[in-house]
């Protein structure tokens, strides 16, 4: 089952604008082209940044 | 003193005048004052300008520079703020409607540091609503204009604070930069922007955009000058759990101009990559000026950049609509159209997309810290573009139409996912709007960009040339 942008939002009780919806799927299409499929990032051995304090991850 | 233009004139300039009490800090309050009532019909750049508190402040701090008690560079020196920064007893609106009557209880810390130091507020400046935009074409309050051509934008979010300091009604001025909020207005506006590391400069009493991206920071006339602002507002503040145990540098000290031997890295696929050419020109242009100082250039490869885009877009959108999703859900109609949009789209990426933004993000850390095990900084363009018309949602790139956010932000981005320091400088005209060149350095190498920026400052980018709505306002 694929959902529409409008429904996904309505799930979530946001209300979009009519006429955002359009712009709202190109940019959404565009996020997905730029994150590609994330080839090179070796992402399957990669850590999270959640703790995004270069304290604790570059002065070592 | 009378025969200066003491709106045009940077703290480092200003500073000796006040500390040898050849210049009154009421003089200089009231000129900054009538400064900002001479422009704000043109640049809109004030939210609320505080005419009596200032002028107040400014009599007890005469007094105490008279009595002996000069406590330092910014002692005496009046600034707007961004509205997101929290003041005791103040509105603070976001330049939003949702929260035109906010009143804080108490100072943001930067704003208490500010106050330790002797600076007098001369009111709030405006911003895009709630920081999420470029554009400071404000629904609610106006757009705010940049002073070197009115039709233009003069970038954000922290617009208010760039066109403020370039037309001389505020001499300094602090801004947030979550995606580059800081270094795009200071690029548009031909001013100083600084975003240092994240964990530097406390954020308590700022209203967030995205928690793990937003930086406060100095936007000045020069580079000293915010060098000098940097040592205020620097170092850890228990309040806020991002705030590091680092030694605060000796900025002001480090910024010697002696760039011999520094090694510049040039990153060419993703920062010299779709860059409008009169840009490319200046911004390579200024690296050769600093060559010619003696610093060295290196090419370096930071392979993740090209997924950076993705993961600021991700990261950013999710936060702050995690942020304002309770008024997305009650009262979304009090919000401008654009940020309501953006909220809109901040709710579709999953916590998968956002656990993998992260993971994008920690290997650009360390691609970031191979590189810095090469070079000293790095250099390339602030922005690709040109500020655009006011109203316009797409920019002109080498002849193609493009869009504008994606564009200007598009070399913010790393910095902020990163928290590595950034600087852009002012480095030329293009169509007779400022370009920036910006500087990036290793976590807390924030002495080592701003004496790049120095030394490239002292090469006299702009020719002495200011807006003229300084002089003729």
């Known amino acids: ?60 | 003193m009378l025969s200066k233009n003491l709106a045009a004139m940077a703290v480092e300039e200003l500073a000796p005048l006040i500390e040898k009490k050849e210049l009154s800090p009421v003089e200089l309050t009231e000129e900054i004052l009538n400064q900002a009532e001479a422009t704000e019909g043109k640049i809109n750049a004030y939210m609320e300008v505080y005419r009596e508190d200032a002028i107040e402040d400014a009599k007890k701090v005469e007094e105490e520079i008279v009595n002996g008690n000069y406590r330092g560079m910014y002692h005496g020196i009046p600034m707007g703020i961004k509205d997101n920064i929290y003041f005791k007893d103040k509105v603070t609106t976001m330049s939003s409607k949702i929260h035109k009557d906010f009143v804080s209880d108490y100072d943001a810390t930067v704003i208490k540091k500010l106050r330790n130091a002797g600076v007098i507020f001369t009111g709030k400046v405006s911003m895009h609503e709630y920081a999420w935009g470029i554009t400071n074409n404000n629904p609610h309050y106006g757009a705010v204009k940049n002073p070197w051509n009115l039709e233009k934008i003069p970038g954000g979010s922290s617009g208010g604070s760039g066109a403020a300091v370039a037309v001389g009604s505020s001499v300094a001025s602090l801004g947030t930069d979550t995606a580059g909020s800081i270094r795009i207005p200071s690029s548009a506006n031909g001013i100083v922007g600084l975003k240092q590391t994240f964990g530097r400069v406390s954020k308590y009493g700022v209203y967030p955009l995205a928690w793990s991206l937003d930086h406060v920071g100095p936007m000045t006339k020069t580079v000293k000058d915010a060098a000098g602002l940097l040592q205020i507002i620097a170092g850890f503040d228990p309040n806020d759990p991002t705030t590091v145990y680092v030694p605060v540098d000796d900025y002001i000290g480090k910024v010697t101009g002696d760039v011999k031997n520094l090694v510049i890295g040039i990153e060419e696929d993703y920062y010299f990559r779709e860059v409008d050419s009169e840009i490319e020109k200046l911004v390579r242009a200024g690296i050769q000026k600093l060559v010619d100082q003696g610093a060295k250039v290196q090419t370096v490869k930071i392979p993740t950049l090209k997924y950076a885009e993705w993961a600021e877009l991700v990261t950013s959108l999710s936060e702050a609509s995690a942020i304002h999703h309770s008024d997305m859900l009650t009262r979304p109609n009090d919000f401008g159209h654009d940020i309501r949009m953006l909220f809109e789209l901040g709710e579709l990426p999953s916590a998968v997309d956002y656990l993998q933004a992260q993971q994008v993000r920690r290997q650009l850390k360390h691609d970031f810290r191979k590189a810095f095990e090469q070079v000293d900084i790095l250099a390339m363009p602030t922005l690709p573009i040109l500020p655009n018309d006011i109203g316009d949602d797409f920019a002109d790139l080498n002849g193609k139409k493009v869009d504008l956010i994606d564009n200007i932000i598009r070399f913010m981005g790393p910095g902020n996912l990163t928290g590595l320091p950034a600087l852009s400088v002012p480095c030329g005209f293009s169509q007779g709007l400022p370009v920036g060149l910006q500087f990036m350095g290793p976590a807390f190498g924030e002495a080592a960009i701003l004496n790049a920026g120095y030394a490239f400052e002292q090469t006299n980018p702009l020719e002495n040339k200011k807006p003229d709505l300084l002089f003729k306002a």
């Open chain 1, 1 to 60: 089952m694929s959902l529409t942008i409008k429904e996904l939002l309505e799930n979530k009780g946001i209300k979009p604008r009519e006429e955002h919806l359009e712009v709202l799927d190109r940019r959404w299409k565009a996020m997905a082209q730029l994150r590609g499929d994330l080839d090179g990032v070796n992402i399957d051995d990669a850590d999270i940044a959640l703790r995004n304090i270069p304290g604790g991850d570059h002065v070592e």
